[in-house]
T-cell receptor
Framework: GEDVEQSLFLSVREGDSSVINCTYT??????LYWYKQEPGAGLQLLTY?????DMKQDQRLTVLLNKKDKHLSLRIADTQTGDSAIYFCAESSRSNTGKLIFGQGTTLQVKP | EAGVAQSPRYKIIEKRQSVAFWCNPI?????LYWYQQILGQGPKLLIQ????????DSQLPKDRFSAERLKGVDSTLKIQPAKLEDSAVYLC????????????FGSGTRLTVV
């Protein structure tokens, strides 16, 4: 079946890099996504990567995709206190209908 | 561009009562999704509409949940009767099409069942 797994918690110091990891099961997923959720807010799309890419960089964000191991990571450079939030990895469903399969979320805590 | 609007923002009800949530998608978005997010978990799709037709409702507990999108624009999600385990945030999202272009989430409705 379709399943996405993430580690639950990450704590870093301000200015350090953060790396959030995710594994997924469906090798036919077209797109993989990273969403950010702040307390009481909806989901904000941070970035996405097409399944035929290995890496995508967008300002402080770097996404790495290892298709062989079905592993996705999000690196945040120069992490700031404003980056504290829950980060969700998601894959597009094999049905390609727009349905997203989410992981359980990684809480990122940034200490000053 | 206005985002996806949801109301109410918060709702507290007693178990066995009924409740309804409303969603207004981004103008022109044909596809509308309702997700349930239980505390500590990622969102899970309940139902997906393409215009006013259902694309996927495989995860919708149909004995108590219902949803409609009569004119292919606004949508309502209803729970009757509510159970304690229905306490969650209900997120509405919309996209231009089933390919997911322009996928945007609303801020959600937080439901507490006591």
């Amino acid at each position: 079946g379709e399943d996405v797994e993430q580690s639950l918690f990450l704590s870093v110091r301000e200015g350090d890099s953060s790396v959030i990891n995710c594994t997924y099961t469906d090798s036919s997923s077209t797109y993989l996504y990273w969403y950010k959720q702040e307390p009481g807010a909806g989901l904000q799309l941070l970035t996405y990567i097409f399944s035929n890419m290995d890496m995508k960089q967008d300002q402080r964000l770097t996404v790495l995709l290892n298709k062989k191991d079905k592993h996705l990571s999000l690196r945040i450079a120069d992490t700031q206190t404003g980056d504290s939030a829950i980060y969700f990895c998601a894959e597009s469903s094999r049905s390609n209908t727009g349905k997203l399969i989410f992981g359980q979320g990684t809480t990122l805590q940034v200490k000053p | 561009e206005a985002g996806v609007a949801q109301s109410p923002r918060y709702k507290i009800i007693e178990k066995r009562q009924s409740v309804a949530f409303w969603c207004n998608p981004i103008s022109g978005h044909a596809t509308l999704y309702w997700y349930q997010q239980i505390l500590g978990q990622g969102p899970k799709l309940l139902i997906q509409f393409q215009n006013n037709g259902v694309v996927d409702d495989s995860q919708l507990p149909k004995d108590r949940f219902s949803a409609e999108r009569l004119k292919g624009v606004d949508s309502t999600l209803k729970i009757q009767p509510a159970k304690l385990e229905d306490s969650a945030v209900y997120l509405c999202a919309s996209s231009l099409d089933v390919a997911g272009r322009g996928y945007t989430f609303g801020s959600g409705t937080r439901l507490t069942v006591v």
